[in-house]
């Protein structure tokens, strides 16, 4: 297993573990076929003209796009105990993490990879309890014929992916505090983000030293550093496919955020200058 901090903004990043050729199983696991199974079938219904397949489909992929990157990223990482399933020599090596170096301090991946690992553990926990707790209560819906109990299917789907994510922190978790990690920072990414900082931070010069642009990016305002093409980038200079739709997932929520946020204070200071009239 390899993993990817990828900043998507000057404050917040992505983390995305991307297994090895020798992480993947010979034999999928019974939970794995069932996954891979639900996959081909919602593939089948994405190519329906009309019904209720195809309204379903759009619904679920809009709720899909609403799930916090922050889920999708820890849902990529492994239980622990099914990476040490498949390496057993997993909990006592260290772990790459390649990150961007200008972008990036060195000494802070540990606090940042910590953060990410911690501070939404106890909400998936709650969702998880809740969203399987809630779901045997819609089983009667089951018995409506030719329609499938859609509620029952969304629930379940949520849990697993609160349990899967829930699972993935802990394991962060412990790479952190058993210092198993070892941060790598990749020259290609510094190159892509060089190229990002010179246009987001007020011009920087491409060739600032990373040094000086890592200042830079700590003590600008909380701004989004990558384009929506730069997704396709990192997954080719990562070698990861998938994580083309994370980092693009990412982008558009945390773009979204921002301008909500600018908008918000702006109706503040608006608010502000009438009391002062």
């Known amino acids: 297993m390899r993993l990817f901090l990828i900043p998507i903004s000057t404050r917040r990043a992505l983390i995305y573990a991307r297994p090895l050729r020798k992480d ?34 759009t619904w679920g992929n809009r709720v899909q796009q609403r799930i916090p990157f922050e889920e999708w990223g820890l849902k990529s990482i492994p239980s622990l105990a099914s990476q040490q399933r498949i390496d057993e020599d997993h909990g006592k090596k260290k772990i790459e993490v390649l990150f961007p170096g200008n972008s990036v301090r060195l000494e802070k991946i540990p606090t940042i990879l910590r953060a990410i690992a911690t501070d939404r553990q106890e909400f998936h926990r709650k969702k998880m309890l809740w ?37 993935g922190s802990r394991h962060l978790e412990f790479l952190v505090e058993k210092d198993l990690l070892k941060p790598t920072s990749l020259p290609a990414l510094e190159q892509l983000y060089a190229k990002r900082a010179s246009r987001t931070l007020d011009n920087a010069p491409i060739d600032t030293p990373a040094s000086e642009m890592v200042n830079m990016f700590e003590q600008s305002e909380d701004r989004v550093l990558l384009k929506m ?19 693009e997932r990412a982008i558009v929520q945390i773009s979204e955020q921002l301008q909500a946020q600018k908008e918000k204070e702006k109706e503040a200071n608006s608010s502000d200058e009438k009391k002062n009239l």
């Open 24 to 57: 993947i199983p010979k034999e999928l696991s019974l939970l794995d076929r069932a996954t891979s199974k639900a996959a081909q079938t919602w593939a089948g219904w994405e190519e329906a003209e009309s019904g209720w397949k195809k309204h379903l489909v």
């Open 131 to 167: 969203s399987f707790g809630f779901a045997p209560i819609t089983a009667p819906l089951g018995l409506i014929p030719i329609v499938p109990n859609i509620p029952f299917f969304y629930l379940v789907y949520r849990g697993w992916s609160h349990w899967r994510a829930l699972n």
């Open 229 to 247: 093409s730069d997704a396709k980038k990192l997954a080719t200079i990562l070698d990861a496919p998938e994580l083309a739709l994370e980092a």
